[in-house]
């Protein structure tokens, strides 16, 4: 076969986007001059690559495959790049890391700080729910993934990063949220409001209200903690978030942290990735980043 790397890299930008339109802007080409490239590509290979259905460009099982044949060239190369210039002293390369929804809290703080020590780098952020990161990790789309409750059916490299405690929360004019210590059956005739399923933070309320025992009477199934958090502000419910999401405080926005029997729950990040994939060393330096300002300290009111 007679495929070149600029052609692998377009191919991809294919699979990445479903349109070949997408995948020429994407590669700076015109979409006449993408298109003949990926029939170059497929005439080169023997076999169909993709297929229209509807508007939407699908890979065969044969274009996944090379897709994921090309991903892998594609981080090898880039990976032997990036050590070549670590040799030279320079900081030259592009880092991806996926992050669940929460992380956004103290990510972009993280990220800026790395930034500023390598400002030659590109970083591409991703950010989702639990289920959403965890298609990423599958398919290896990325250098770093951060979430809590890793999935346990993949064999990764998993350091544990910090504390992410989950909380209840209730309205300010809620006088069930002023009461003192709390059981759950108390909550019995509460509203409660969560995150979708999916959602880490879901998976861990629904894992220790299964343990105890305890039906919640979901009313809202909503997609960020901001929604969650303006609903319970409003009086819709009590709440199940990270404290992140409230910045580390007991109090914000009109809602506050309720004292209740077995919460904080235990929950934690982690930054995990595949035993078999080689970290490029840009991706290595963000890891000992990431792990370096949190033994400073810098993060500490998250933590609480």
Request: proline share 5%.
């Amino acid at each position: 076969m007679n495929i070149t790397h600029r052609q692998l890299r377009l191919f991809l930008a294919l699979a990445d986007t479903g349109s070949v339109s997408a995948a020429a802007k994407a590669m700076h080409v015109t979409q006449p001059t993408a298109s003949m490239q990926l029939k170059e590509v497929t005439q080169s290979v023997g076999l169909p690559l993709y297929e229209l259905i509807g508007k939407k460009i699908h890979l065969t099982d044969v274009g996944k495959e090379l897709a994921a044949t090309a991903r892998a060239m594609t981080a090898a190369w880039e990976s032997f790049e990036q050590g070549v210039d670590a040799t030279k002293g320079l900081s030259r390369g592009k880092l991806r890391v996926s992050v669940v929804s929460t992380a956004k809290y103290f990510m972009p703080k993280m990220i800026g700080g790395f930034c500023k020590k390598f400002p030659a780098i590109d970083v591409s952020l991703e950010i989702l729910n639990r289920d959403g990161v965890v298609h990423r990790l599958r398919e290896n789309l990325d250098d770093l993934y951060i979430m809590s409750m890793p999935p346990a059916d993949m064999d990764l490299r998993d350091e544990v990063l910090m504390p992410n405690p989950i909380v209840v929360i209730a309205a300010m004019t809620d006088p069930l949220g002023k009461a003192g210590r709390l059981t759950l059956r108390d909550l019995a005739k509460c509203r409660v409001i969560l995150r979708e399923p999916g959602s880490g933070t879901r998976m861990a309320a629904e894992q220790y209200f299964q343990k105890a025992k305890f039906r919640p009477d979901v009313r809202l199934e909503l997609g960020s903690n901001e929604a969650v958090k303006e609903s319970v502000a409003a009086g819709l419910g009590i709440g199940v978030v990270s404290r992140h999401a409230l910045h580390g405080l007991d109090k914000e926005n009109g809602v506050r942290v309720m004292d209740v029997e077995g919460f904080p729950l235990p929950s934690a990040w982690h930054v995990v990735h595949h035993v078999g994939q080689k970290l490029s060393p840009v991706a290595q330096a963000f890891q000992s980043h990431l792990l370096s300002e949190i033994q400073k300290g810098k993060f500490q009111k998250f933590t609480r």
